[in-house]
């Protein structure tokens, strides 16, 4: 749920009634705030586990400070504020634009669960923006749409499982738009490519560098068409993004048709995510 606080007029004591503008305007921001945006006061939904155990674990008095500026959306609201004297961090708890949703296994069984599973995706907030204004990378290495999910499986012994284990497990994988430059206006639009292969090799390098520099060595895995129907849009795509891997050599990737797989019924597409596993696992370690 979200709610708008009034604010009283300099000089005042009663709060002044929004004008008519104003309200349609507040109703808006509601409406977008009131679903998928998340916030907790004592777990920080911004850093995946192994970033959590790696820096050293959150105060839950201050989330605000050791929370991901990448995925801390209330971030550039909270900066006037924190530029005020005598206001700190403390202040706020950081909000994450995504999904969160937690389940005990088996359902039902409350806490009594021997297993807890938590689903959290997290949207960064760099180069955010609705789907066909935010396309591609940018000069920064920045890409549209950039979501990392996070699987995390919570152990614990319980009465009817004392020998299970305590602990958590954590499994990390993250998406985004397509990293070469293009622009798509609608759905019906072909793909145009802003910048070729040459001209977009420092942004493509500098998303490749930050995916490593954060998650260690990376695997791109193309899930664009092969369709015919879509030579002009996704096969556009697919080959400029194949140019792009071609000009840095020491890039690693796969491609996937995951539209026309999961749709076919292929029997044998769980054996080629296995395959695709094995693949990882050895290009990751």
């Known amino acids: 749920r979200c709610e708008a606080l009034p604010f009283c007029a300099p000089g005042g004591s009663v709060p002044v009634a929004p004008t008519s503008e104003a309200a349609a305007a507040l109703a808006g921001v509601t409406q977008l705030l009131a679903k998928g945006f998340y916030f907790s006061q004592d ?69 009594a669960a021997p297993l807890a599973l938590l689903l959290i995706a997290r949207r960064s907030r760099r180069r955010a923006g609705t789907r066909y204004n935010a396309r591609g990378v940018d000069d920064r290495g920045e890409v549209g749409n950039w979501v990392e999910t996070e699987q995390l499986v919570r152990l614990r012994p319980t009465h009817a499982f004392p020998s299970a284990p305590d602990g958590w497990i954590s499994l990390v994988q993250v998406r985004g738009s397509a990293p070469v430059f293009w622009e798509q206006p609608s759905g019906n639009s072909s793909v145009c490519i802003t910048r070729g292969a040459q001209l977009g090799q420092i942004g493509f390098q500098k998303h490749r560098e930050l995916l490593q520099k954060e998650y260690g060595e990376v695997l791109f895995v193309s899930l664009l068409s092969n369709s015919d129907t879509k030579v002009q849009t996704e096969g556009a795509l697919k080959q400029a993004f194949a140019a792009q891997l071609e000009m840095s050599e020491s890039s690693k990737w796969k491609h996937l048709d995951f539209h026309a797989k999961v749709t076919s019924g292929d029997q044998e597409f769980d054996q080629e995510l296995e395959r695709l596993s094995r693949q990882l696992s050895k290009h990751t370690g």
């Open 43 to 111: 777990f920080d939904l911004t850093r995946r586990l192994q970033a959590r155990l790696g820096k050293g674990p959150s105060d839950p008095e201050d989330l605000m400070a050791s929370s991901s500026d990448r995925f801390t959306w209330n971030r550039s609201l909270a900066e006037p504020f924190l530029a005020q004297e005598g206001v700190t961090t403390r202040w706020f708890t950081p909000v994450v634009q995504g999904f969160v949703q937690l389940r005990p296994f088996p359902p039902g069984s409350g806490k």
